[in-house]
């Protein structure tokens, strides 16, 4: 870290402990160094492949059977993947009382494996490392996926003849109404608010620190490259997210 860096980081720590409750926004540059590709970044998913809208996987066999070849391609970069110093760290703050819930634009399951309940870890864009039905919600493993697409070269429907999709939500699709509401309460509900990892370019879910600063409550922002809301903070770290909450990973 630069001194400039090492500087912020104790201005961070006196933050945190000052602060009553903390409630951290999570977004793609915590999951990084855990190998998860960030997908909006240059050379991401998303440059590479048009991203599947929700009214065409609805459409057509032909999309959702191009949705889950590509879902199942990048299995072995998520299932393989374990928590980073950033997710540990908040998973520590959780566990001694300062962080009720995290809120993350993520839908790589790392905030859970961390440690912290699924209750509160509140997903703004679903999660990917399980599937659903979207007629009657029920859920399906990966797994069963990938041996029905196996043997049928086609992706599989639900006994109640809806289609499964990872249980993330496409663009094209609305925002989950629960998630959004709770993100809201919290935002509205914390004294010390921390961006980490987003570019904070994704609207809605860009609105939170800004309503947490409206309402009275400090924000942070941790990410590597500048965001639009940096002249707003109270303080901005451009370094490395785990080095900067490695000091915060409970031992
Ligand atoms: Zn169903």
Known sequence: MTPAGESAALRLR?????????????????STECGIPDFRSPGG???????IQFEDFLASQEMRDESWRRRLAMDPQFSTARPGRGHLALAGLHRAG???????QNIDNLHQASGIPDAAVVELHGNTT????LDCARRYELGWVRERFGTSGRSPDCECGGYIKTATVSFGQAMPEGPMRRAEELTLSCDLFLAIGSSLVVWPAAGFPLMAKRNGAKLVILNRDATEFDDVADLVIHEDIGSVLAPFVAH
């Open 98 to 104: 300062k962080v009720p819930a995290v809120i993350t």
């Open 45 to 51: 998913i998303w440059t590479k492949y048009q991203p």
């Open 14 to 30: 006196e933050l945190i402990e000052g602060a009553r409750s903390v409630v951290p926004f999570t977004g793609a540059g915590i």
């Open 130 to 133: 399980y599937a659903t039905c």
